[in-house]
C-alpha cells in the first residue's frame, strides 16, 4: 500500500482513502502500469510477455524497435508500448518516463533489467577503458538513470509509491573468471538496491533485487557449450528456462506494498555457483 505523506499524519501508515484508491486501481490487472528495459530479448523479453498475459500494461524499453515490437506482437491485443530507449542516456530515460506518464498517467513498476556482459575473455590487465566504460554505463549508469525517473514518477503520483526491482545476477555475490567490469557493476547495483529500499519507504515504494543464474537465453547460450571456470578449465553447465525467471519477477511485483522480496535468487539448480572459485 501506499504511504501517507509524513506532513499529513503521524504515522507513516496509509489513509483509508489511500489504501482504498490502491485497491480500487489493483481490482483489475489491466490498470497495473509496468517498464520493463531491455525488453527486446532473453529476460527482458521473458517478464515483459509475463505480465501482459497477467493484464499488466507494460511499457518497452529497449534499443532496437523492431525487437520491442516483436514483444509487443507475443501478446497480440495486450496494453503494450515500444519506447526506443539507450538507457545511458540521460535525455532517452527523460523521455521514455515522459511517455509513459502520457500515454498510461502513472506507474506501478520498473523492472530495471537492460544490461551487457562486456567483453568476454579479456584478460584485466588488457581490459580497455571504453570496454569498462561501457559496461558502467549500461549496469549501473543506466540503472540509476531508470531508477531514478520512477522514483520521481512514483513519489509525485496520486496514489503514490509503486515497485523497482533490480536485476542482479549471482556476479553480485560471487564473480566468474574475467568479469571484473560486469561483476562490479552487479555488485554496485546491491548498494543501489539497499539505499533505494531504504529512502523509498516514505512514499511507499518497495524496491527489491532478483539475482540471476544461467537462465536460459540467446545471451547465456554458450553455457551449453562451454565457458571458463575458475580452476581454468572450459566446461558445460546447466540452465534453466527464463519462464521461471518471470514468474518470480512477478511474483515480486504483485505483492502488495507492504511487502517486498528485498533479494531473490533463481538458477539453474545444478550450475556451479554455490562453492564457485
Known sequence: MTAENPRDTEHHHPTENARHAQETRHAGRATRIAVVTGAGSGIGRAVSVELLRAGWSVALAGRRTETLEATAAAVPGAAALAVRTDVSRPQEVTALFDAVRGHFGRLDLLFNNAGTFGPGGVP????SYDAWRHVVDTNLN????CAQGAYRQMKEQDPRGGRIINNGSVSAHTP?????PYTATKHALTGLTKSLSLDGRAYGIAVGQIDIGNAATEMTARMRTGVLQAGGEVAPEPVMDVVDVARTVRHMAELPLEANVQFATVLATAMPYVGRG
Open 124 to 127: 584485466f590487465e588488457d581490459l
Open 142 to 145: 543506466g540503472a540509476f538513470l
Open 176 to 180: 566468474r573468471p574475467l568479469s571484473a
